[in-house]
């Protein structure tokens, strides 16, 4: 089933929901059932998987010369989403990315994704490489998610990139669309205006739904949606919650994922005792923020459990 209709479905009850990371290369399937089998009790209509595209390291060879190697450190997303769906019975959301692929790529993936009955993706474009500064498009690929949405519409309306399927025969795929929305707005938009305008684009392109990036501070997520309806966005906002529970992550929060952290979190969490102290107030920080957010009517919370189900379960445990 798509996305947006659990939305409407659950006529103004707060669903829950999952993100996942696939293991990394070496790793099984089974830590993915590990991570999931408790949490199914909440009964998530979807679960997202991440996408992770390669990067290249450079290793020293015996010579002295550096050789440039790409790697990938956690493949198999689309796998994963078939495994998910027939283990639990529920819809799988792959995370897709404009990054590494040409549009001829992206084509490919979604037939493979409608040929597994998969009805739903997240349309992201994906960060510069690490060496390369600013994101780079392959040849013939996206520029912007925007972009990617656009081709996905297109092949929901029967239009493929290869001018020999299309035509009265052409199967419609039927893809629930999500992109991402940044309630601190997105690091390289000059302002969330402007960055607004452009989440407004991927939503006339065809995107059905928005997730958020983290935020700590609610009225960050409550400014976001009041802006969003400004700016003519009239589709479900859904927020998207990270619980902070280590002592590093308070740097390391704001450095990857630009976003601020309130100064009562900080405090809370570095009074604590011990490591099991800051733990415990980053759960229950997270734990007031879905209520909060579950009393507003929210659609759904959705949580990045980031291979650490078990903080995730101690919350969903207090809120659901
Ligand atoms: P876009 O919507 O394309 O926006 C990127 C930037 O370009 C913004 O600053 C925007 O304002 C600007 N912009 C957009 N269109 C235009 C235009 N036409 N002209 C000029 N500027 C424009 N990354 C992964 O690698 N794998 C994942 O699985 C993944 N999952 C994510 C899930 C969520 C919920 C979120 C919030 C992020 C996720 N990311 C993931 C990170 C994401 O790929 C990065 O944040 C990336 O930098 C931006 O992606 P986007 O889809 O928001 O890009």
Redesign the pocket.
Known sequence: MRVTEYFEKAKGDTLVSF?VLPPLKGGSMQAIFDALDPLMEFKPPFIDV????EEFIYKRRASGYYEKTAIRKRPGTVGICAAIMHRYGVDAVP?L???GFTKQDTENALIDLAFLDVQNV??????ARKFEGK?IPEPEGH????ELVEQITDMNKGKYLDELVNGDEATKTNFCIG????PEK????PNLE??LR??K??IEAGADYI???MFFDNQKYFDYVDACRAAGINVPIVP?LKPLTKLYQLTSIPRLFHVDLPEDLVKAVTKAKDAEGRRRAGIEWCIAQSKELKERGVPCLHYYTMGDSSTIHQIASAVH
């Open positions: 993100e991440t996408y992770h595209r995370h990315l404009c990054g997240l349309a992201l474009r994906g960060d994101f520029h912007y998610a925007s992109v991402a929305g940044y997105h690091f390289e938009a402007i960055d452009y989440v684009k991927k997730v958020t990036q998207g």
